[in-house]
Nanobody
Framework: QVQLVESGGGLVQAGGSLRLSCAAS????????MGWFRQAPGKEREFVAA????????LYGGSVKGRFTISRDNAKNTVYLQMNSLKPEDTAGYYC????????????????WGQGTQVTVSS
């Protein structure tokens, strides 16, 4: 089974950018569709973005569409989330996940989760 470790979170001002990384080990990430979710304190975990095994298809949550980009480098066993034009409401823990489905937007369709990385956007 794959293990996932997120990195790249931090504190950024509104309007700034961050790139999150999700490094996989134990099994090649190319075996999975991948996704990013986020969870703010007191709120449900929310779908952010997903990508198919080949990277040919991507999906985004409505609140991030046009600002965030998911990508993957299967040779590096890594998935990325480029976040631009960040807003204070993007503040949350961001979680990478792996799915055996073709692509997935629902939490229960993901089989493996990372521990998360915190993103804080100041106004």
């Amino acid at each position: 089974q794959v293990q996932l470790v997120e990195s790249g979170g931090g504190l950024v001002q509104a309007g700034g950018s961050l790139r999150l990384s999700c490094a996989a080990s134990g099994r090649t990430v190319s075996s999975y569709a991948m996704g990013w979710f986020r969870q703010a304190p007191g709120k449900e975990r929310e779908f952010v973005a997903a990508i198919t095994r080949s990277g040919g298809t991507t999906l985004y949550g409505g609140s991030v569409k046009g600002r965030f980009t998911i990508s993957r480098d299967n040779a590096k066993n890594t998935v990325y989330l480029q976040m631009n034009s960040l807003k204070p409401e993007d503040t949350a823990g961001y979680y990478c996940a792996a799915s055996s489905r073709i692509i997935a937007t629902i939490k229960r369709e993901y089989d493996v989760w990372g521990q998360g990385t915190q993103v804080t956007v100041s106004s």
